[in-house]
């Protein structure tokens, strides 16, 4: 299994530009996520989804979007980049159940620098 | 508000020696879980804590959960220089039907030959 993987491993952008930050997972997961990582900030969760169909909204979601047409993948859109969003993101996946014990699997990131 | 707070949020040692890292907070968290973050890598699960007052062992490393599900720590026996990385903890909270994760900031760890 290759687990989590995302694409690309590093890009920049210009203010304005739009771009989708890819996300797989071939672990059968229902549930994935999407955080950023910023300097003295930790992981703060963008969206997510718990199954095909359904995504909602996390801590920090302006300027993203999300979709989840397949169990395996689950796209970041950034519409309209800003230097705001110069950050590391990790793309994270688990079962639903197991509550809150749910064992969350990441992905190697996404350095993106938004000139 | 940052609702976990983790200290010391840098630490540099020797080989050898001990150490514990703390998580602390005002909200009860139904599980408590730590990550270990390699640099350029995602974070990887060490462990999880559910119950108040449990401790787990895994190898050198030491996790407990408080009493009240408010805090936890961290003890490194010997560290050894693999043992340098980002430690994070993150706190499970019930948002509705699903399981939230909170993130800490992190305490970064870097072990000395």
């Known amino acids: 299994n290759a687990g989590v993987t995302q694409t690309p491993k590093f890009q920049v952008l210009k203010t304005g530009q739009s771009m989708t930050l890819q996300c797989a997972q071939d672990?059968?997961?229902?549930?994935m996520s999407w955080y950023r990582q910023d300097p003295g900030m930790g992981l703060r969760l963008i969206h997510y989804s718990v199954g095909a169909g359904i995504t909602d909204q996390g801590e920090v979601p302006n300027g993203y979007n999300v979709s989840r047409s397949t169990t395996e993948d689950f796209p970041l859109r950034l519409l309209s980049a800003a230097p705001s969003q110069t950050s590391v993101y990790f793309c994270?996946?688990?079962?639903?159940?197991?509550?809150?014990?749910?064992?969350?699997?990441f992905g190697p990131g996404t350095r993106l620098t938004v000139l | 508000t940052q609702l976990l707070e983790q200290s010391p949020q840098f630490l540099s040692i020797q080989e050898g020696e001990n150490l514990t890292v703390y998580c602390n907070s005002s909200?009860?968290?139904?599980?408590l879980q730590w990550y270990r973050q390699e640099p350029g890598e995602g974070p990887v699960l060490l462990v999880t804590?559910?119950?108040?007052?449990e401790v787990k062992k895994l190898k050198r490393l030491t996790f407990q959960f408080g009493d009240a599900r408010k805090d936890s720590s961290l003890h490194i026996t010997a560290a050894q220089t693999g043992d340098t990385g980002l430690y994070l903890c993150?706190?499970?909270?019930?948002?509705?039907?699903?399981?939230?994760?909170?993130f800490g900031k992190g305490t970064l760890l870097t072990v000395n030959p």
């Open positions: 994270a996946s688990s079962y639903s159940g197991g509550g809150a014990t749910r064992s969350q699997f």
């Open positions: 672990m059968n997961h229902e549930y």
């Open positions: 993150a706190g499970a909270r019930s948002g509705g039907s699903n399981y939230k994760l909170t």
């Open positions: 909200s009860v968290f139904s599980s």
């Open positions: 804590v559910v119950t108040g007052g």
